[in-house]
């Protein structure tokens, strides 16, 4: 299920190529970490603004404007961040249950960044999305990096995790037309490292 990317926003580059066609729309929410917008717009796909709410200093999902969004037949992927870059929020197994049956419903892969899982508050749980369900699973790609948690973003290694055989294959495929097939030596050393000690 592991596949490669030198980050996450490469990746994310590469599932719009992999999954889409120019005039494809993805949907994101808004306030989101900036390269999500440029993933999108220039490989050619719009982008569709699923706005978080902002509720007495609290931001919340509005499920009512994802259900009227994700409705247009050219939506093919959703791009959420879990937990959330910048807003913090760290998204309930509800929250992220709900996502994904709209998007089961839809026919729309979900990718979930999940970069930042390791650095949350006490009192607070992460949840992987692909985790809830088999069905979620399948639907599915996780982006995860040890860059954020033990800084090591210089050695560009992600871990891009697709257990869909036929989206991992599209994606290998994407990667492999970029030139970026391997990742250097430095980077998994680190990464392995990071992750066992």
């Known amino acids: ?3 490669i990317s030198p980050g996450v926003i490469t990746a994310l580059n590469i599932v719009v190529k992999a999954l889409t066609h120019p005039g494809d729309k993805i949907i994101i929410q808004s306030p989101v970490y900036y390269p999500f917008f440029n993933s999108i717009s220039r490989n050619g796909c719009e982008i569709l603004n699923n706005p978080l709410k902002s509720v007495e200093d609290r931001y919340y999902i509005d499920f009512e404007d994802l259900e009227e969004k994700i409705k247009d037949e050219r939506v093919k992927l959703m791009i959420i961040c879990n937990p959330h870059n910048p807003i ?17 419903k839809h026919d729309v892969v979900v990718v979930s960044d999940e970069i930042h899982s390791d650095l949350i508050y006490r009192g ?8 809830i369900s088999k069905e979620f699973e399948q639907n599915s790609i996780t982006c995860t990096a040890p860059s954020k948690t033990f800084n090591l973003a210089g050695l560009q290694t992600s871990n ?15 990667l492999e037309n970029m030139g970026i097939s391997r990742l250097n030596l430095f980077g998994v050393i680190g990464c392995e490292a990071a992750y066992k000690y």
């Open 88 to 104: 913090g929020r760290v998204w309930t197994k509800e929250e992220l249950q709900k996502i994904g049956e709209i998007c089961l």
């Open 1 to 3: 299920w592991l596949c």
């Open 160 to 174: 891009i995790i697709i257990p869909n055989k036929k989206l991992r294959k599209e994606y290998n495929i994407a």
């Open 124 to 131: 607070y749980k992460h949840t992987s999305f692909a985790s």
